[in-house]
């Protein structure tokens, strides 16, 4: 029997987030597949997403990178490169320690390397450090979220532009297309009344994510319509700054509700009314929309990255402009008062998801990436055979 064709998937850690959750769909299609194997190769240790990669049949290597400048990092990738039969490596994520020594392995291996990029970089936040633009030559492909992700690479961050390619995040729909759920996933967020609005904000408690904008526009709707509850989903390191503004908003409790971090995101979704987005920069294609979207629950998002290639304004979702607390809480008022125009805007999502955003669409547009860069062929090297060599 053949060998397979390895993919490696350099990653810090396997920390909760959309760009982990992302690769873990795609590892598990591709694995389901069969035409290549997904390996990851994390430079820290594994983290708390490890568990399921491995339940999905995931081979996971850790603690490849002592330090940021150590070198033996190369020898480690190496070994995995020659054991596991790698030919192609996909930094996830762009830019850091992730893309400089996988693109120098890349190279040292005589395999190809691509960088798939997850996030939108705005003015005083690049996504590529310089010396990672230097190694751009050394790129076979960067992969975008969406059309606007791309021209925001090639203009702001200097990518070269014939070298990236679009592919939008997708899920697996059946793991949240449960509208059956919605009783018990109200009962789990503790609201009793089916009448009380649901809205939620999931995301890591990162400054960038402005949780701060979902408290004060909370606060403000509660003034005017009482019967609404607010959750806060989600853990990270601004998470002392989020508790002090819910306590300081005097909603705790009775109107907002911060629940941590969760793995039953799928089931508590279907008990929620809205999901919001509030990021300031770097969001893309929030994969947290995508799930709502299909889960049948209404999105809100601040214009950024490329969420106009997921959200089409009044008909799959809402905008909201600018980034204010003010001017979301008009959007969720306006939202809460047309329930006929949220209905309909709900089974419009669903079906925009379900034909452009699912597991099975990103999966094969990867296989098809991954076969157009086999066909151009790679320069093999000695190294590999003195990396055996060493290692007996």
Same mark, same amino acid.
């Given at each position: 029997?053949?060998?397979?064709?390895?993919?490696?998937?350099? /990653?810090?850690?396997?920390? !909760?987030?959309?760009?982990?959750?992302?690769?873990?769909?795609?590892?598990?299609?591709?694995?389901?597949?069969?035409?290549?194997?997904?390996?990851?190769?994390?430079?820290?240790?594994?983290?708390?997403?490890?568990?399921?990669?491995?339940?999905?049949?995931?081979?996971?290597?850790?603690?490849?990178?002592?330090?940021?400048?150590?070198?033996?990092?190369?020898?480690?990738?190496?070994?995995?490169?020659?054991? @596991?039969?790698?030919?192609?490596?996909?930094?996830?994520?762009?830019?850091?320690?992730?893309?400089?020594?996988?693109?120098?392995?890349?190279?040292?291996?005589?395999?190809?390397?691509?960088?798939?990029?997850?996030?939108?970089?705005?003015?005083?936040?690049?996504?590529?450090?310089?010396?990672?633009?230097?190694?751009? !030559?050394?790129?076979?492909?960067?992969?975008?979220?969406?059309?606007?992700?791309? @021209?925001?690479?090639?203009?702001?961050?200097?990518?070269?532009?014939?070298?990236?390619?679009?592919?939008?995040?997708? /899920?697996?729909?059946?793991?949240?297309?449960?509208?059956?759920?919605?009783?018990?996933?109200?009962?789990?967020?503790?609201?009793?009344?089916?009448?009380?609005?649901? =809205?939620?904000?999931?995301?890591?408690?990162? @400054?960038?994510?402005?949780?701060? =904008?979902?408290?004060?526009?909370?606060?403000?709707?509660?003034?005017?319509?009482?019967?609404?509850?607010?959750?806060?989903?989600?853990?990270? !390191?601004?998470?002392?700054?989020?508790?002090?503004?819910?306590?300081?908003?005097?909603?705790?409790?009775?109107?907002?509700?911060?629940?941590?971090?969760?793995?039953?995101?799928?089931?508590?979704?279907?008990?929620?009314? /809205?999901?919001?987005?509030?990021?300031?920069?770097?969001?893309?294609?929030?994969?947290?929309?995508?799930?709502?979207?299909?889960?049948?629950?209404?999105?809100?998002?601040?214009?950024?990255?490329?969420?106009?290639?997921?959200?089409?304004?009044?008909?799959?979702?809402?905008?909201?402009?600018?980034?204010?607390?003010?001017?979301?809480?008009?959007?969720?008022?306006?939202?809460?008062?047309? !329930?006929?125009?949220? @209905?309909?805007?709900?089974?419009?999502?669903?079906?925009?998801?379900?034909?452009?955003?699912?597991?099975?669409?990103?999966?094969?547009?990867?296989?098809?990436?991954?076969?157009?860069?086999?066909?151009?062929?790679?320069?093999?090297?000695?190294?590999?055979?003195?990396?055996?060599?060493?290692?007996?």
């Amino acid at each position: 029997m053949a060998e397979s064709t390895g993919i490696m998937f350099v /990653i810090d850690e396997l920390r !909760p987030g959309g760009a982990e959750h992302v690769l873990l769909e795609l590892a598990q299609s591709l694995r389901n597949d069969g035409k290549y194997r997904p390996i990851v190769a994390c430079l820290k240790l594994a983290g708390p997403l490890a568990e399921q990669f491995e339940w999905a049949g995931i081979k996971i290597y850790q603690r490849l990178l002592r330090d940021r400048y150590d070198g033996l990092v190369i020898y480690r990738l190496m070994r995995i490169i020659s054991e @596991e039969n790698i030919k192609i490596i996909v930094a996830v994520g762009s830019g850091g320690n992730r893309m400089f020594w996988a693109t120098i392995v890349g190279k040292l291996a005589g395999i190809k390397f691509v960088v798939w990029s997850h996030t939108y970089s705005q003015p005083n936040h690049p996504e590529f450090e310089t010396v990672n633009r230097v190694l751009f !030559p050394l790129v076979d492909r960067i992969v975008a979220l969406g059309t606007r992700h791309k @021209e925001c690479l090639a203009w702001r961050d200097k990518a070269p532009a014939g070298k990236i390619s679009i592919i939008q995040n997708g /899920i697996n729909i059946k793991k949240f297309d449960h509208p059956q759920w919605r009783d018990k996933a109200r009962a789990k967020l503790g609201l009793a009344d089916e009448n009380i609005v649901a =809205i939620a904000m999931i995301a890591n408690l990162r @400054e960038s994510k402005r949780h701060d =904008i979902f408290i004060e526009a909370a606060r403000k709707i509660v003034e005017r319509n009482r019967n609404v509850h607010f959750f806060i989903i989600g853990d990270g !390191p601004n998470r002392k700054r989020v508790r002090q503004l819910v306590e300081r908003s005097e909603l705790q409790g009775q109107f907002l509700s911060l629940i941590g971090h969760r793995n039953d995101i799928a089931e508590l979704l279907p008990g929620l009314d /809205i999901v919001c987005i509030c990021s300031e920069y770097q969001e893309c294609l929030s994969l947290v929309a995508i799930q709502a979207m299909v889960s049948g629950v209404l999105v809100v998002s601040n214009v950024i990255g490329s969420m106009d290639e997921l959200i089409e304004d009044n008909r799959t979702g809402f905008f909201y402009h600018p980034l204010s607390s003010q001017a979301l809480a008009d959007k969720l008022l306006y939202v809460m008062d047309n !329930p006929q125009l949220k @209905e309909q805007i709900v089974a419009n999502a669903k079906d925009r998801v379900k034909q452009n955003f699912t597991a099975d669409v990103m999966t094969k547009k990867f296989i098809s990436l991954f076969d157009s860069l086999l066909a151009s062929g790679y320069k093999s090297t000695e190294i590999l055979a003195e990396v055996k060599r060493i290692g007996k």
